[in-house]
């Protein structure tokens, strides 16, 4: 679905009037709360995780010689520390706290270390000894649902979700309990496939002692 068209759903669930909204721009009353409720629920849903498959990427940053800074993907969000890679050669993460207490001087040898700057700005230790790429996997920042015909990221099997969760506010705000338990319940079910299918499985733990 669509970002009208889960706007258009929430209003036929929660049994409103009318047959709208017909846009997400210009809306008054009860439609604009659907139209600010649907984006609200999406953004709650892909905060819950960060690792969530569907905000999974992957990133190719150029890069060259004398250059020690460049500028991410406009959407990351957390990258894979095991994935990062210089021309083929592995990187390894810094913390830019940490980063930044070690006198850099740069060099013709390759990179070694990355980071990246309160400013989101990408760091190496020393400017690589040929032009190439950085590499890595990354999970996205919030997709932010704006245009009517926007569709979240997440599989469609699973879009009802938003809209249990949309449904959830309407109900606090209607103070009407029994369409808070339809939502709860709704929202439980699909949430309880998302995380089984939908995040990286677990890796058991070493020994505890």
């Not at 001087?105 to 980071?115: G, L, M, V």
């Not at 230790?125 to 997709?143: H, I, N």
């Not at 339809?182 to 998302?194: C, K, V």
Request: charged share 20%.
């Amino acid at each position: 679905m669509t970002f009208l068209e889960l706007c258009q759903r929430l209003r036929q669930e929660v049994g409103a009037a009318g047959s709208g909204p017909a846009s997400v721009s210009a809306q008054h009353g009860e439609y604009a709360r659907f139209v600010s409720w649907v984006p609200q629920a999406w953004l709650e849903i892909q905060l819950s995780r960060h690792s969530w498959r569907f905000t999974w990427a992957e990133a190719s940053v150029p890069v060259e010689i004398g250059l020690r800074t460049y500028s991410p993907p406009a959407d990351l969000g957390t990258w894979d520390k095991a994935t990062l890679k210089c021309n083929d050669r592995t990187l390894l993460a810094q913390r830019w706290a940490e980063f930044r207490k070690h006198d850099v001087q740069d060099s013709d040898t390759y990179p070694r270390f990355i980071t990246q700057r309160p400013d989101g700005v990408l760091v190496l230790d020393s400017s690589p000894d040929q032009d190439g790429q950085v590499t890595f996997e990354y999970w996205r920042t919030p997709q932010a649902l704006i245009e009517g015909g926007d569709a979240p990221r997440l599989p469609d099997r699973y879009h009802m979700v938003i809209v249990y969760r949309a449904m959830l506010y309407y109900g606090l705000y209607e103070n009407a309990p029994e369409v808070v338990q339809a939502a709860r319940s709704g929202e439980a079910g699909i949430l309880q496939e998302m995380v089984a299918m939908e995040l990286p499985p677990m890796t058991p733990g070493g020994p505890l002692a």
